[in-house]
């Protein structure tokens, strides 16, 4: 099974945080969407021997597209390549377009999950980070979406300066109140080159503050916790069979597609990624040239890859998996750069599966475990 991730480079505007590739120039849109038709059309013998389990519209904001829009690239798909009988297919969608026309026009598509970007409940929160939409338009799309959609997913941020345990509370039970049944849960954090990095080295904005991030976190994982949610990976909170699909094809290593500018594939031991600029990617597919750089992962890079994804989700990194791919010097090499973390038990080797010892983050590591995978990288 793999995915086919698309990415639609488009916004309404620029939120002060977001380092992704879009444009708020939508003039390009038609060149744009036949580009990312034809390179669905010219990569699909990449995946000639996998089925599509999952189509996921990412961006930018994939709800910009019109309903024909959307329905010509998944028909694109569908005519391309082999498609499961029922694929989880997701659009990320702001609460701002999501007015009762246009669920009402999603519900009646092929799509079946939502991801929609509320980031918070608070007015004052949603100016301080340039979001399009107001508190008041975020209620209302979740109100008229679950009428609709059973498979939603919100995205709400914590960490955010001088935001109040309380206030960060309140966000997690109106979510809870609206009874969507996945949350992806992300810090504030500054990335290079955005409004936000500027803001904070002029004194406009606050600094981060990791303990303030931290209390936010252990809070959510406890919240969503008597909730029934299932913390299957660092950012992602899901009831039972609401996990996002594609996302967790991800975490496993399964193969996908990335169409689009910016977009990223996996595939076998190769991993690509398309030109960030869209004037660039559509000249380079109008002239039947993909705009690609392709990497061959050596066994190094592999094995980092599969000790940052494990270690983020409830399955951890598979002992057995690391001595059969990699080989007993990696499994060895592993187990001693994990005891100093095993010791402060940051983490832990669980045995629950005697077929498997699988390492894994404790409660006290999962906030770190980025850090953690980091230092047991091989270099």
């Not at 995205?155 to 300066?161: A, E, M, Q, S, T």
């Not at 996996?266 to 600029?277: E, M, P, Y």
């Not at 894994?360 to 980091?374: E, P, R, S, V, Y």
């Amino acid at each position: 099974m793999s995915g086919i991730y698309i990415h639609i480079p488009f916004c309404k505007q620029a939120c002060y945080y977001c380092d992704f590739h879009f444009s708020t120039l939508l003039k390009k849109k038609d060149d744009l969407l036949s580009a990312l038709k034809l390179e669905l059309q010219r990569r699909k013998g990449e995946l000639a021997s996998q089925t599509i389990e999952t189509i996921y519209f990412g961006g930018g904001t994939p709800s910009l597209l019109s309903d024909n829009e959307i329905q010509g690239l998944i028909s694109e798909i569908y005519n391309n390549y082999q498609v499961a009988k029922n694929p989880e297919i997701t659009l990320e969608a702001n609460p701002d377009d999501l007015t009762k026309p246009k669920i009402l026009e999603l519900a009646k598509s092929p799509v079946n999950r939502l991801s929609i970007g509320i980031q918070s409940f608070f007015e004052d929160d949603l100016k301080q980070m340039n979001r399009a939409h107001s508190s008041q338009e975020a209620k209302a799309c979740l109100e008229e979406a679950i009428k609709y959609f059973d498979n939603i997913t919100i995205d709400l941020i914590y960490g955010i300066p001088n935001m109040s345990l309380e206030k960060w509370n309140t966000n997690l039970q109106t979510a809870f109140q609206y009874g969507v049944n996945h949350i992806s849960s992300y810090a504030l954090t500054v990335e290079p080159k955005t409004a936000l990095e500027t803001f904070i080295k002029k004194g406009q904005y606050p600094p981060m503050d990791d303990a303030l991030a931290q209390q936010h976190f252990n809070h959510l994982v406890n919240e969503t916790q008597k909730q029934g949610f299932v913390h299957y990976e660092i950012s992602n909170f899901g009831k039972p069979h609401y996990f996002s699909k594609h996302n967790t094809s991800y975490w496993q290593g399964k193969p996908y597609l990335g169409i689009g500018p910016s977009a990223h594939s996996f595939i076998g031991q190769t991993r690509s990624w398309n030109v960030a600029n869209n004037s660039k990617y559509i000249k380079s597919i109008q002239e039947k040239i993909l705009p690609s750089t392709l990497e061959e992962l050596s066994s190094k890079d592999a094995y980092n890859e599969y000790i940052m994804t494990g270690l983020r989700t409830i399955w951890g990194v598979s002992l057995n998996k690391i001595e059969t791919d990699f080989g007993v010097s990696f499994k060895t090499y592993l187990l001693a750069e994990a005891q100093k973390f095993i010791d402060k038990k940051l983490l832990e080797i669980d045995d629950s599966e005697t077929a498997s010892l699988k390492l894994k983050t404790t409660l006290k590591g999962q906030f770190l475990a980025d850090g953690i995978a980091a230092e047991l990288f091989m270099i």
